[in-house]
């Protein structure tokens, strides 16, 4: 069964940072492209960050340009989200999903950014 | 960035209607157009894919239709567990883009 399972959301202080990690498992991993896409309370769905089945390739929504990093450990069959200088509007529940068809989706991790 | 638009934003429906949700994109986006159904507290399923692909497993019921700029998701016979937000999503390039969503409820 191809599956996805997010780890590593919580609360943080704004300023802080945070490691979101994606595990795969039931496909080969290392040939798929991956995003993350998180969801507001209440609101809808936005893309947050891409990376190309090598790594070789990454892109990012501008509201989060310079802050997250995305990688990948093809090895390990992981996907990571590096968020740094958090802000109460990167509130959300984080998605991991694989390859331009979104499918599957994880089932997400909450990450709660507030003093 | 393109933009993708929703109608209706909400709907109300009964078991058995057909249903029909319009999603608009900004530029030309060709058939790069996939459908999500969200139920509360769950992640988003993948419905349609390539504007009218029925993804494996998904119900016949439901159905996708255009290209460019104009797309539809239909759902033929409404069913009890088809009560959800719908969003379009636009893989033509990045950053791909979401619509804002349709909530479908009860009448």
């Known amino acids: 069964e191809v599956q996805l399972v997010e780890s590593g959301g919580g609360l943080v202080q704004p300023g802080g940072s945070l490691r979101l990690s994606c595990a795969a498992s039931?496909?080969?991993?290392?040939?798929?492209?991956m995003n993350w896409v998180r969801q507001a309370p209440g609101k809808g769905l936005e893309w947050v960050s891409y990376?190309?089945?090598?790594?070789?390739?990454?892109y990012y929504a501008d509201s989060v340009k310079g802050r997250f990093t995305i990688s990948r450990d093809n090895a390990k069959n992981s996907l990571y989200l590096q968020m740094n200088s958090l802000r109460a509007e990167d509130t959300a529940v984080y998605y991991c999903?694989?390859?331009?068809?979104?499918?599957?989706w994880g089932q997400g991790t909450l990450v709660t950014v507030s003093s | 960035a393109i933009q993708m638009t929703q109608s209706p934003s909400s709907l109300s429906a009964s078991v058995g209607d057909r249903v029909t949700i319009t999603c608009r994109a900004s530029?030309?986006?060709?058939?790069?157009l996939g459908w999500y159904q969200q139920k509360p507290g769950k992640a988003p399923k993948l419905l349609i894919y390539?504007?009218?692909s029925l993804q494996s497993g998904v119900p016949s019921r439901f159905s996708g239709s255009g290209s460019g700029t104009d797309f539809t998701l239909t759902i033929s016979s409404l069913q009890p567990e088809d009560f959800a937000t719908y969003y379009c999503?636009?893989?033509?390039?990045?950053?791909?883009?979401f619509g804002p969503g349709t909530k479908v409820d009860i009448k």
């Open positions: 039931g496909f080969t991993f290392s040939s798929y492209e």
């Open positions: 390539a504007a009218s």
């Open positions: 990376i190309s089945s090598s790594g070789s390739t990454i």
């Open positions: 999903a694989r390859d331009g068809r979104f499918d599957p």
């Open positions: 530029q030309g986006i060709r058939n790069d």
């Open positions: 999503l636009q893989d033509y390039n990045y950053p791909v883009t």
